[in-house]
């Protein structure tokens, strides 16, 4: 009898599929827990980081030998972003409401006994820049004179009181604060690819430009070096790739100190001034380095596991630097680096919701030729021993942005799908950021139809890998991602079975027309002008081709979303409906850009999973 039952126990196992794992709900993976956006308290006792265990993004410490973690807001929106000052155990917390992204600054006591509004003008959108090096005041910028335009402030934080330093019709960030606090590294935006930079005496009032220059540029403020007198920073003027410079603050020469063929994502230079931290960008995976500012020399590393890592600043005595590591089977969590003896230490260790971390897989980096012979890329995650007889549907999820890049992260989305049988592939096609400036020019205004054909070869070549059923191909991207989604059902109406579109652009001419104010020039220099493109923005927009559209739709959207307002929604909804089309909708009164509530977000994947599986299954 024994034997028997061993054997029918071994002719089930085989009978299984050879992709078959262990399986969990979709609540499961959307409650896997984070430890993101790390740093060090000022004696580098402790880490703040932002985390969703309570539904929404707040502001959590933990002692940085290891601990339990205290939470220390309690906000009913999440939180943006949250810095420590450099000398008092206070820091600065920016939130919003709901998703509208008017963001106002609270300064929230270390010990978590006291939560000062800062700002409190729901009208305004405030950016925050950073706190003078002594702590006594923060620097940023906001649209409170007119939301067409953000000027530039400084406030003493403690009277309350806001000083206006920066006043210029233009799009204004606060960017780095010198020593003595007399002079502040401001830009001014003409688009997402071109900046140009300006000293200001924050005493009078004066500016002038630092960075005169022709084409695009954009410069990425590392800080002042050299006892104020330069500053580092990371820039593409004049080249392809965003390399290591240093300005001469007097005189703006700009001189580059590094030359390479991919570009840095991002740096920052210790208090001390005696060590510089570099992330470069290679495909999408985040190096590290740490380097002597003056002399370049490079210092020892650890090893650091294989996927994204960002910086979360150094210590005041510039000994300690924290860092969010994430991996493609790892959620981000908080890490030290001691730069005396090189140890790396694991501080956080979020929850994966009782999910085997056995069962999540890694990407395959993927790189083919579109129709023009131009390289594109992209990530591709197929499930375990996936068959080889062309039966998996596939998802494609397409990136924001469009200036933007798909990296290998974590995402309890795609491993949900992975687990359930499902193929994703995450493209990087053209004008997507991370492979040089002219790549991310190559889809602006009327060469956006090739980043359209990028992703009908990519669909192509995933429908001819052996694993894949060419005709279970679905669609899937937010915002410039839902734009591809809808813009692929009507210009290539034979390509996806199916697509997802959240809070993606309908129609570019009503899209720029009703974003928020301040992002509209921003926008006319990425998509086109409404007066002097308006053939091809007619000719390129989904809404005005809906009855094209074949495959069935869904698509979801956040009423306070002030970049795709959800007038584009409900007038692409509207457009397939009276052509007779089958589309469902999602709508959620309390979110903006993005579904940030977990209660939201189950519904809304729960929504997409359901569509989905309906229609690919």
Known sequence: ?????????????????????????????????????????????????????????????????????????????????????????????????????????????????????????????????????????????????????????????????????????????????????????????????NQDLYVVDTATGQSRILTPHTGDAVYNIIGFT???????????????????????VATG????????????????????????????????????????????????????????????????????LALGVNTPTKQTDAWTLDLRSGKLKQVTFSSLAGIDAETFVEPALVKIKSFDGQEISGFLYLPKNAPQDHSLPLIMAVHGGPEAQERPLFTSLYQYFVSRGFAVLAPNIRGSSGYGKRYLALDNASKRWDALKDIDVMAKWAGAQPAINPKKLAIFGGSYGGFAVLAMLVHYPDTFSAGVDMFGIADFKSFLANTAPFRRPLRIAEYGDPVKDSEFLDAISPARHAENIKAPLLVIQGVNDPRVPESESALIVKKVKDKGGAVEYLLFPDEGHGIAKLPNRIKAYEGVVAFLTRYLK
């Open 1 to 193: 009898m024994r034997t028997k039952r061993w054997m029918i126990a071994l002719l089930l196992l085989f009978a299984l599929p050879a992709h078959a794992q262990k399986q969990y709900p979709l609540r499961q993976y959307l409650s896997i827990r984070s430890a993101s956006a790390p740093n060090l308290s000022p004696d580098g006792k402790q880490v703040s980081f932002l985390s969703s265990v309570t539904g929404t993004l707040q502001v959590w410490k933990v002692p940085a030998t290891g601990g339990w973690a205290e939470q220390l807001t309690f906000f009913g929106s999440g939180v943006a972003s949250t810095l420590w000052s450099p000398v008092n155990n206070e820091m600065l917390v920016v939130a919003d409401t709901d998703g509208n992204e008017q963001f106002q600054f609270f300064l929230v006591a270390g010990n978590a006994t006291s939560i000062v509004p800062l700002t409190n003008d729901p009208k305004t959108r405030h950016t925050f820049g950073g706190w003078s090096k002594d702590g006594k005041q923060i620097f940023y910028s906001c649209n409170k004179r007119n939301p067409h335009y953000f000027d530039c402030y400084v406030m003493d934080i403690e009277t309350r009181q806001a000083r206006l330093v920066f006043q210029k019709d233009a799009i204004l960030d606060s960017h780095a604060l010198s020593s003595n606090g007399r002079t502040l590294i401001a830009s001014s935006a003409t688009s997402n690819v």
């Open 226 to 248: 050299d006892e104020d007198r330069s500053l580092l920073l990371v820039t593409d003027q004049d080249r392809d790739f965003q390399n290591l410079a240093k300005v001469d």
């Open 253 to 320: 020469k700009l001189t580059f100190l590094k030359d390479d063929n991919h570009d840095l994502l991002g740096g920052e230079i210790s208090h001390d001034g005696r060590t510089l931290a570099l992330l470069t960008n290679r495909d999408g995976y985040g190096e590290l380095s740490l380097l002597d500012p003056n002399t370049l020399r490079s210092k020892r590393l650890p090893a650091l596991p294989k996927g994204s890592i960002g910086l979360g600043g150094f210590t005041t005595d510039g000994k300690t």
